[in-house]
């Protein structure tokens, strides 16, 4: 929906995911971050309350899975089976915790006996991005669901463009009105560049294993450009040069309904190809 930016904000409390860009760059020089972690968390719990990953199972029967990156770069799901006591909004915090963006966040789980929220990890560990060990964890969701095809809705802003740019087939459709030498040239050029990227992942793999390099920036780097961003079907909404200058601002209902309207028109092309992905699931479910 497109209120979903400021439905908790209806009565002026200043409820918002992004603080004005102003407010951002004097955060970044005093603490060296843009956003602040308690502003961010007091948007997640008027959105979230304290509800936990179990009692949302049990709300909507979905099961809800955030990757986050816990202490020295470790993967995990959170889930109603690997996690149902934690606290959902401190999951979300934690996903959006990229670094520069905000601090690291502490997850909390609900005790059983006493309902009081309680650390989830051990005292000094905490959670940051899932982005930098797997963006898409499909292994460890294929262990815990038993599922082996994956349908990805690919928004994040640094990573669309480029999986646009590989993306032959989207790049014919979007421009199959310009001319024929133009457009083969830029072909090439798109699989020169997939060509360099996939030797530049294997040869960062190969140097890591050996321990040739084992700086803990470079082994973010590896966990960013060895995973693979895609899926089986991998919906692509365009993003144009306008919605990256404005990446860091509050967006507002009417931008909202854009982008929800640009998401659908990407999906139609792959309408088909989810309709045969979900049959046999559907079968099974009859």
């Excluded at 650390?119 to 991005?129: A, C, I, N």
């Excluded at 830029?186 to 020169?192: A, C, D, E, F, G």
Aim: charged share 20%; with cysteine; proline share 5%.
């Amino acid at each position: 929906r497109p209120d979903l930016s400021s439905r908790v904000d209806r009565h002026g409390k200043g409820v918002r995911w992004f603080p004005p860009v102003w407010k951002m760059l004097i955060h970044f020089v005093q603490h060296s971050v843009l956003m602040s972690g308690e502003q961010f968390d007091e948007t997640t719990t008027a959105y979230f309350g304290d509800t936990t990953f179990a009692e949302a199972f049990v709300i909507s029967k979905r099961a809800v899975s955030i990757q986050v990156s816990v202490g020295s770069g470790h993967g995990f799901v959170l889930n109603h089976f690997t996690a149902p006591q934690v606290v959902i909004r401190t999951a979300v915090n934690a996903s959006c915790a990229l670094p520069g963006l905000m601090r690291p966040f502490e997850l909390l789980a609900k005790d059983q006996k006493t309902g009081e929220l309680i650390p989830f990890h051990p005292p000094g560990v905490s959670s940051f991005d899932g982005t930098i060990t797997a963006d898409i964890p499909a292994a460890r969701l294929t262990e815990l669901f038993n599922c082996n095809n994956f349908i990805v809705s690919q928004v994040n802003p640094h990573l669309n463009f480029v999986l646009h740019l590989a993306d032959e087939d989207d790049w014919r459709r979007t421009h199959a009105a310009r001319s024929g030498d133009r457009r083969a040239a830029v072909t090439k050029l798109i699989r020169v560049a997939n060509f360099l990227l996939l030797n530049i992942k294997y040869g960062v793999q190969k140097l890591l294993e050996v321990d040739l390099l084992n700086l803990r920036m470079v082994r973010t780097l590896q966990g960013i450009l060895v995973q693979d961003f895609g899926g089986h079907i991998t919906v692509l909404p365009v993003l144009q040069f306008q919605d990256y200058i404005g990446i860091m601002a509050q967006p507002t209902e009417e931008q909202m309904g854009r982008y929800i309207r640009r998401g659908e028109r990407a999906t139609w092309p792959h309408v088909e190809a989810i309709r045969q992905c979900m049959a046999a699931e559907m079968a099974l479910q009859e």
